[in-house]
């Protein structure tokens, strides 16, 4: 290798790294795209802006979604995109996700609190919270 090469190399190895794998929105049974947008009406008057929304590369059972700000993307595990789980189990996933997107984390105390009291407020706004989380529990 000469010295060319080294750098490209290098600056390949770079980009593949910064880059994040983001599936697109479209599964075999849901469409995040779609979901986001019906509870972002239900839930936040339609104002809320879209992230980039994904499925997770393998299909997690505890990792069942997560907001990643530094890619403003939502990955939602693709245990959910199936007939045999309940939308409603997707539904309550995303609304959760979508709550990260307006509460910041609270660096103030000790601990850094991602579910802070605002934050479990605003979730009981979600009207089947009970039966959602019962779905969660038997994946
Ligand atoms: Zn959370």
Same mark, same amino acid.
């Given at each position: 290798m000469n010295r060319s090469d080294v750098r490209r190399?290098?600056?390949l190895l770079r980009q593949s790294c910064g880059r994040k794998y983001i599936s697109g929105p479209q599964g075999q049974h849901?469409?995040?795209d779609a979901l986001f947008e019906e509870l972002n009406l239900r839930f936040f008057h339609g104002l809320m802006g879209r992230p980039e929304l994904g499925w997770s590369r393998t299909v997690s059972r505890r990792l069942l979604g997560h907001f *990643?700000? $530094?890619h403003n993307a939502i990955i939602i595990s693709r245990v959910f995109d199936s007939?045999?789980?309940?939308?409603?189990a997707l539904e309550y996933v995303m609304f959760h996700e979508m709550?990260?997107?307006q509460h910041p984390v *609270?660096? $103030?105390g000790a601990r850094r609190c991602v579910h802070t009291r605002d934050f479990r407020a605003a979730e009981k706004q979600f009207p089947q919270l009970k039966e959602?989380?019962?779905i969660l529990k038997t994946l």
């Open positions: 190399h290098l600056h849901h469409n995040l *990643d700000p $530094s007939p045999t789980v309940p939308r409603l709550l990260h997107l *609270d660096h $103030s959602a989380k019962a």
